[in-house]
């Protein structure tokens, strides 16, 4: 039978692995970091009336400016933004694919600090963009010194930050985003993906777009949209990106059915994110409870937490898998990350976690 290694792939895709965290059929599954709770049954009518509509005509190709979707997400994003400012892709990985492919490329490199996003590197990769690292402050935090002298030291095309990072959960402040875009002549991008778990109120990268044409901030729907199923990411960054964008990106990559969800979903915004506070409440019992249990949780802005003094994550996660709950062993010693379910999925994992430690 052939392998892998019989076909003349890339010399740069030799010995790579692909990202694949454990699918399994458990109880309790709180590996991915998805928005466990369901959509509200109202919305999801809603939803598969706009479905309806559309399928009656996918005889013909989707609008390929996904002009509605593009105006429905400059809406739900505020600040100033126009649908000229947003961009929309299958999933977020799409969009930071595009950005490589515009921006990165052969001869080109992409700072990154992990530990962060796995598929950053992975989508490096997959487009000949040079990964090149750069380690974290204490706690897993970056502050603007050490994002600068990283920048300083690599001279990188584009430049990665996570806020909220995944898989630690941990901000990236304003000043640190700023600091960045000041210190390079490339593209800054900040991975926003779980941004509407973070604290109310409180800035985001959004609030730095205007007079930086060089900074990107990707964000989805698979999140705090509980729409993951659907591939739902997207962009805001200056209209030139747009641009950008369009010369690499493949002809009507949004289907018709993707964007006729994604505007009936964003047209009942307040339903879709009323679980959000639920799952930042049950985030802060994870924090409490895991030190309780004689673990460290770092502090998070996402809707998961990463928790330290894990004698053998390995253990832990076949024992756990035993109680029929599947969470995350990232690779990284000593630690494992799981989601914030709802309330009975964190309870059942708290007291699992907790027989087992026993």
């Known amino acids: 039978m052939t392998s892998l290694a019989d076909l003349p792939i890339r010399d740069d895709l030799r010995g790579l692995t692909p990202y694949g965290a454990p699918q399994k059929s458990v109880r309790i599954a709180l590996n ?25 005509q996918v005889n013909r190709y989707p609008d390929r400016e996904f002009t509605t979707l593009r105006e429905s997400l400059a809406t739900y994003l505020g600040h100033g933004l126009t649908r000229e400012n947003v961009w929309a892709a299958n999933g977020s990985n799409e969009v930071l694919q595009q950005i490589l492919q515009a921006f990165g490329g052969p001869g080109r490199s992409v700072l990154g600090f992990p530990p962060t996003y796995s598929m950053h590197s992975i989508l490096a990769a997959g487009t000949g963009t040079r990964w090149v690292t750069a380690e974290r402050d204490a706690e897993f935090r970056l502050s603007p010194e050490t994002v600068v002298a990283a920048i300083n030291e690599h001279k990188p095309d584009i430049v990665f930050l996570c806020s909220p990072n995944n898989p630690t959960g941990t901000p990236v402040s304003i000043e640190t985003i700023a600091a960045a875009y000041e210190a390079t002549e490339g593209i800054v991008v900040v991975d926003e993906a779980y941004a509407e778990f973070a604290p109310v109120g409180l800035p985001t990268a959004l609030t730095l777009l205007e007079g930086r044409p060089r900074l990107l901030v990707s964000r989805t729907m698979s999140k705090a949209f509980a729409f993951a199923g659907a591939r739902v990411g997207y962009l805001a960054a200056d209209p030139a990106v747009n641009d950008a964008l369009r010369l690499v990106r493949l002809p009507y990559h949004l289907s018709a059915l993707t964007q006729a969800a ?4 964003l047209a009942h915004t307040p339903e879709m994110l009323a679980m959000v506070d639920d799952i930042r409440g049950q985030r802060d019992r994870l924090v409490v409870e895991l030190a309780a249990l004689g673990y460290h949780p770092y502090e998070s802005w996402a809707n998961f937490v990463l928790f330290g003094g894990v004698d053998d994550p390995h253990a832990l996660f076949e024992a756990l898998l035993e109680e029929d709950i599947l969470i995350r062993d990232l690779g990284i010693p000593g630690h494992m990350r799981v989601t914030a379910g709802t309330e009975a999925e964190t309870t059942a994992f708290l007291e699992a976690l907790g027989r087992i430690k026993a």
Do not use: D, K
């Open 262 to 265: 994604a505007v009936a979903a």
């Open 32 to 56: 991915v970091n998805e928005n466990t709770h369901p959509i509200p049954e109202a919305v999801a009518q809603s939803i598969v009336e706009s479905l309806a509509a559309a399928i009656l």
